[in-house]
Nanobody
């Protein structure tokens, strides 16, 4: 069992930056692929970025060049650095851990981009 706790969301103006963090506990963090998803009101949850256990990252087209996912296995933490934020980035951001048949979610952290 893995517990995931996100933090770092908040209110930011367009063009601003935020860094989300997700701390994992309960299992061997380094073996999990870690992802960030987001869900806007009335819309489906979708993948923003993912980083494998080997450190390879992939991004949704809409965030490429603006967002960076990284992980620190010593701290059991995955990050999402979000730059040049746009109003359409407003959503609840969820951390996800996946390995074999295991799939875990955090509780989410709200990010609002507005002037």
């Amino acid at each position: 069992q893995v517990q995931l706790v996100e933090s770092g969301g908040g209110l930011v103006q367009p063009g601003g930056s935020l860094r989300l963090s997700c701390v994992a506990s309960g299992s061997i963090f380094s073996r999990y692929a870690m992802g960030w998803y987001r869900q806007a009101p009335g819309k489906q949850r979708w993948l923003v970025a993912v980083i494998t256990s080997a450190g390879s990252a992939n991004y949704a087209d809409s965030v490429k060049g603006r967002f960076t996912i990284s992980r620190d296995n010593a701290k059991n933490t995955v990050y999402l650095q979000m730059n040049s934020l746009k109003p359409e980035d407003t959503a609840v951001y969820y951390c996800n851990a996946r390995w074999a048949l295991e799939n875990y979610w955090g509780q989410g952290t709200q990010t609002t981009v507005s002037s």
